[in-house]
């Protein structure tokens, strides 16, 4: 069940990195509660240090987005998808 959590989550995740990547600060809001539950789910089943990077990366990406910080927003998306690819690539 785990790795299809993991897949739900990514398919979420990656509809914030394009905002994030696109310095879209709103976008990034709109999309961080979708995107949150997903990984909820995913803390569900597994919520070791691993996991717990990804939780702290997404909530990173949305405090930059809520102090309008967009030239921190792509590379904080891309420690969020650096940090999922470590989990998926040993449990996916």
Do not use: C, W
Not at 11 to 18: F, P
Not at 75 to 81: F, G, M, P, R, Y
Not at 86 to 91: P, S
Request: proline share 4%; hydrophobic share 50%; glycine share 2%.
């Amino acid at each position: 069940m785990l790795s299809l959590s993991l897949v739900d989550f990514h398919d979420a995740m990656e509809q914030i990195l394009d905002p994030a990547t696109a310095k879209n600060p709103e976008q990034v809001l709109a999309i961080y509660p979708q995107v949150s539950a997903k990984l909820a789910a995913v803390e569900a089943e597994a919520n070791d240090a691993e996991i717990q990077a990804i939780r702290a990366n997404l909530d990173a990406l949305r405090s930059l987005a809520e102090r309008g910080a967009t030239n921190a927003l792509p590379e904080q998306a891309s420690k969020l998808k650096s940090s999922f690819v470590k989990v998926y690539l040993v449990r996916g």
